[in-house]
């Protein structure tokens, strides 16, 4: 059975930075997409960013280029979420999510998600 758990969250002032682990198991992953989203309260699901099973290639998006980095740790099945400089928009539930299908050229578009595996988010709260 596949379990996505994330971690790390918490509170954090404005400026502060944050690592969010995701932790898969059940299976290696090391052969599929897993990528980063968040929620902020009143508002739609977001795409943060996510990772290839190729070679280390990460995507982030425009929001939050230059703050943020994603990497994995595949002997770990792990997904990580570096968070620097943050802002109060910040704010949101971070979601971890596997691609169900491994392999794939495509990676790096939210819709590949839909379908995969998701864990129960960890909080992230920026204070002013």
């Known amino acids: 059975q596949v379990q996505v758990v994330e971690s790390g969250g918490g509170l954090v002032q404005a400026g502060g930075s944050l690592r969010l682990s995701c932790a898969a198991s059940g299976r290696s992953f090391s052969s599929y997409a897993m990528g980063w989203f968040r929620q902020a309260p009143g508002k739609e699901r977001e795409f943060v960013g996510a990772a290839s099973w190729i070679g280390g290639d990460t995507y982030v998006s425009d929001s939050v280029k230059g703050r943020f980095t994603i990497s994995r740790d595949d002997a770990k099945n792990a997904l990580f979420l570096q968070m620097t400089n943050l802002k109060p928009e910040d704010t949101a539930v971070y979601y971890c999510?596997?691609?169900?299908?491994?392999?794939?050229?495509?990676?790096?578009?939210?819709?590949?998600?839909?379908?995969?595996?998701w864990g129960q988010g960890t909080q992230v709260t920026v204070s002013p």
């Open positions: 999510a596997i691609r169900r299908n491994p392999y794939g050229s495509v990676w790096s578009r939210a819709s590949i998600y839909d379908d995969g595996y």
